[in-house]
């Protein structure tokens, strides 16, 4: 894993500093990159495709292996990094999502202290691991954290696919774990790459649940119906296991959750079928221990991150009023997916997949892993849809991609387990052989160059946003972040450059993503901190607006139960000084409704304050003696 580790991470370095070297065209106004992406991506697939080919004849092994390494962490390389290749910003850029994403990592790229990504003084709530490495690769390469979320999204991605592949090599043949890790990677682009820090754990996902099933699933003994215990065997599976899941932990609290109820209801299938077996409870005793074994691992990895805000929670803080993260129930999750019914190649891989699951249930212990993740996918829907009714969701939407990946990796077996009963049926005939290899490697093809299609949106988003040097990558005029720099010489100026040192006020929160100020206030409810109590203080900002002097303003701001403001960030508007904030309206979709608080202008002429304008922007300071 190591040396894997190493090799991915090169071949992305590498990739990505030779893509930068060009001048390329902005994406959304030609298609060059689409073009050089779509041959990069075939000579990525030859050469996987020549790692099978090694594998299966046991040729040159570990070179194969190496060789298989270096192209599907360049697959990856090349289908994300030569799209983005003429703009700095990630896909999606920096707006919604991306925005709380890209302010994390700039927190964590300042310092290497667990901190929540907007508000000060409160430890993290939304799991720093991907994060903090993130924020550490930065400060070391010295880089700004918006700018090395694209490079360190693009080399994490690589890794966890590479990562994945030698994972499933110790569960399968090699060549058959070549396959199938090339497939479940080009899912992940496709449908999870967006959200990079959750997708590095869908590539995982598959080959862990394998590996879970592994430690649980008692072993028939050969010649007998009796199930061995293996009290000897099998614990380097829990431990794989169970460090999986608090790295999940510390990833993305909902994968966590998915893949801990999977492995829940592995261990009592296992249970119930060594029940069976031998007619005692007493055989599913080491599978209670090995169940037991596995949640303590995950839970010691998990305080790595999670200990800082569990300890705060026990010491007294409060989240009443603002858990409102699982708020949102857009269409897709209101009913169950059924990618296997879509017309696509991704659909008809998804239908071989369940075909296959079902009709190797009974004897195939892959199918039965990546089976009782599938129901537990569905399980989970169910569930997220029935608690709408109480007023909350289980975001059973984001678990599409591991749906499509668990899928994806059971059509993947399917293809080669029927590929070789047809080539059986056929009395081996080569022409028939050299026709399935031809449709199976088309197939990739054609789903491999649309990847850049299915994300064009994205793309799109990456080039028209503002990036933090204040430029748009597709040449045309900036937005308003293009005073940004501006807006932040003149904090600095007014309140020193320690900027993790002040907190700010401001609507314009991408501006947080860019430099790392505190903020008072986060972009929604919906991405801020528990213990913040967001309710709290957006009610606060609408009584400011409401004072009429400045001394009532100070007052107001002395006595707050949160650090005050040290500046506020406005935008100019007819009647005052504007800031627009937003409040969660769950069950409504959209789930967030925007209004606009207006301060008036005179409540700031004061000898205490200092106004500055820049741009769009009205910039307030308060005297360090007010």
Avoid at 122 to 132: D, E, I, L, R, S
Avoid at 263 to 288: E, F, I, K, N, Q
Avoid at 541 to 558: G, K, M, Q, R, V
């Amino acid at each position: 894993m190591l040396a894997a580790v190493v090799v991915a991470a090169l071949v992305a370095a590498i990739g990505l500093f030779a893509f930068a070297q060009v001048q390329w065209p902005a994406f959304n106004s030609s298609n060059v990159t689409q073009a050089v992406t779509t041959v990069l991506q075939f000579v990525a697939l030859a050469v996987l495709g020549l790692s099978v080919f090694l594998l299966r004849r046991h040729r040159w092994v570990w070179g194969a292996r190496v060789l298989s390494w270096a192209a599907l962490s360049g697959f990856v390389t090349v289908t994300l990094g030569m799209p983005l290749a003429a703009t700095r910003l990630y896909l999606h850029g920096i707006s919604v999502d991306q925005e709380f994403r890209t302010t994390f990592l700039s927190r964590l790229t300042d310092s290497a202290a667990l901190r929540d990504m907007t508000y000060a003084d409160v430890p993290p709530f939304y799991p720093a691991g991907w994060f903090w490495i993130g924020g550490r690769v930065a400060n070391v390469l010295g880089m700004d954290g918006w700018e090395a979320f694209k490079p360190y999204a693009i080399g994490s991605l690589a890794v966890a696919a590479v990562l994945a592949l030698v994972l499933w090599s110790e569960l399968v043949r090699s060549d058959l774990a070549v396959l199938v890790a090339t497939a479940t990677t080009a899912i992940v682009l496709a449908y999870g790459s967006p959200e990079p820090y959750g997708a590095v754990i869908a590539l995982l996902i598959a080959p862990a649940l394998v590996l879970a099933w592994g430690a649980l699933m008692p072993v028939r003994g050969s010649g007998s119906g009796a199930y061995r215990k293996h009290a000897r065997q099998g614990w380097g599976a829990v431990l794989g296991t169970g460090l999986f899941l608090g790295v999940a932990a510390t990833f993305y609290t909902l994968y966590l959750g998915l893949a801990a109820f999977a492995v829940t209801v592995m261990a009592v299938a296992a249970a119930v079928l060594s029940r069976r077996a031998t007619g005692s409870w007493r055989a599913a005793v080491p599978v209670l221990v090995r169940f037991v074994a596995i949640a303590v691992i995950a839970m010691l990895v998990a305080l790595i991150v999670w200990a800082p805000f569990l300890l705060e929670v026990a010491s007294g803080g409060s989240t009443a009023g603002s858990g409102t993260a699982t708020h949102y129930l857009p269409d897709a999750g209101a009913r169950l997916p059924l990618p296997m019914f879509h017309l696509s190649l991704v659909g008809l891989l998804c239908l071989l997949g369940s075909v296959w699951l079902i009709g190797r249930a009974a004897s195939s212990r892959r199918a039965q892993a990546l089976g009782l993740g599938v129901v537990a996918v569905y399980v989970w829907f169910l569930a997220s849809m029935a608690v709408t009714a109480v007023g909350n969701t289980l975001l059973a939407f984001r678990l599409e991609v591991i749906l499509l990946v668990l899928l994806g990796a059971a059509g993947a077996f399917a293809f080669v387990d029927f590929s070789r009963w047809i080539s059986l049926a056929t009395s081996d005939n080569p022409r028939v052989r050299r026709v399935l290899v031809a449709v199976g490697a088309l197939g990739a093809v054609a789903f491999a160059q649309n990847i850049p299609q299915v994300l064009a949106n994205e793309i799109t988003v990456a080039y028209t946003d503002t990036d933090g040097d204040g430029q748009r990558a597709d040449q045309r005029p900036a937005g308003a972040a293009s005073y940004y720099a501006e807006v932040d010489e003149i904090l600095t100026a007014r309140l020193g450059p320690e900027r993790d040192e002040h907190v700010v006020l401001t609507a314009d929160t991408a501006f947080l993503a860019y430099y790392p100020y505190f903020g008072f206030q986060g972009l929604t409810s919906h991405y801020a901190n528990p213990l913040a109590d967001f309710p709290g203080r957006a009610a606060a900002i609408e009584e400011w607006a409401a004072l009429e002097s400045a001394d009532e303003l100070l007052a107001a701001w002395d006595s707050l139960q949160w650090r005050a403001p040290d500046a506020v960030v406005f935008r100019q508007g007819a009647e005052g000084y504007t800031l627009r904030l937003a409040e969660d309206v769950y069950p409504n979709d959209p789930n967030v409704r925007r209004y606009t608080v207006t301060f008036p202008k005179d409540l700031f002429d004061d000898p205490r304050f200092t106004v500055t304008e820049a741009g769009p922007f009205v910039v307030v300071t308060r005297d360090a003696g007010a």
